[in-house]
């Protein structure tokens, strides 16, 4: 069975980046939706931000690497196995064109952003389309048209708090460790714990390294409270019962669902002489007519 990378990549990370935005603007009480239905086409933008008033867009230009963000803000997300091409540009061209119609708003209210984790280079430096990019600071790049749109690659952004919630989905092995070395020398719980969900072997070593274990315990059971249904359900049962002691494993069970399955010699293994006579005699008691009388 060919497996589609691309989505598997996608549906993997998809739902932590939402939740990271969704985590970060509710940091400053402000809201975010995310999978915005545009139009009656089935397209959706990964995530769409309305500021109204100028105190929370000050609020969001001061605190967040978003400091050109308008009323209405559309954010999109590449990950490593989901590549922002040609074509995925114009895909997301569109959605913005859709939401400018269906909201009847002017482009001067919007403004649209791309998050790659890595370098779209194709697009940035080989394509034929009518736009050129300018780079704005390291790994952020903003096109030059009158409805721009811009663009952060997560593996170029600097080490700072405001990219933290970027540098969570860098590619490269080096800017990711460095990333994630700096949030457990800050004891960063909450980063520590988006890591541990997307690089849980790397978070491990270098909490492990950090003479943490006790913040790498705490991140565990962290994803365990709020994911440990869904986790139980992709572990096999030899998975689920691996270092149960053998009452726990049967801890909750009656009696006839623990012998369940066995049969009669590993029902009767381990009686002794003693035990097995005294079940025949209750057992000829229980089939002697109730009478107690025999017929010849």
Request: net charge negative; charged share 25%.
């Amino acid at each position: 069975m060919s497996v589609d990378h691309a989505t598997t990549g996608r549906d993997f990370l998809d739902p932590v980046f939402k939740e990271v935005m969704a985590f970060n603007f509710a940091q400053l009480s402000l809201p975010v939706e995310t999978q915005v239905e545009i139009s009656r086409l089935p397209r959706t933008m990964d995530a769409l931000v309305v500021l109204e008033q100028e105190t929370e867009r000050l609020k969001v230009h001061k605190q967040t690497i978003f400091s050109y963000f308008r009323v209405h803000n559309q954010i999109e997300f590449k990950g490593k196995e989901d590549p922002l091409t040609q074509a995925e540009y114009h895909l997301i061209r569109g959605r913005s064109y859709l939401y400018l119609g269906e909201k009847n708003i002017s482009s001067s209210l919007m403004t649209v952003t791309i998050i790659s984790a890595r370098q779209p280079r194709k697009l940035l430096y080989h394509s034929n389309l009518d736009v050129k990019w300018e780079s704005e600071s390291a790994g952020h790049y903003r096109s030059t048209d009158l409805f721009p749109v811009n663009l952060f690659v997560c593996n170029e952004l600097e080490l700072v708090p405001k990219n933290y919630p970027l540098l969570l989905f860098a590619t490269s092995k080096e800017k990711f460790r460095q990333f994630v070395e700096r949030i457990v020398g800050e004891d960063d719980i909450t980063y520590i714990y988006y890591a541990s969900r997307i690089e849980p072997a790397l978070t491990k070593e270098i909490l492990d390294m950090a003479g943490k274990q006790n913040l790498y315990e705490k991140q565990l059971q962290q994803i365990v409270d709020v994911m440990g249904t869904d986790l139980l359900k992709k572990m096999t049962p030899q998975e689920r019962m691996e270092g149960l002691t053998v009452s726990q494993r049967v801890q909750g069970l009656t009696v006839s669902q623990r012998v369940q399955g066995l049969t009669v010699d590993e029902r009767l293994a381990g009686l002794s002489q003693d035990d097995l006579q005294n079940m025949k005699m209750a057992l000829l008691q229980l089939l002697e007519p109730s009478n107690g009388t025999h017929q010849e």
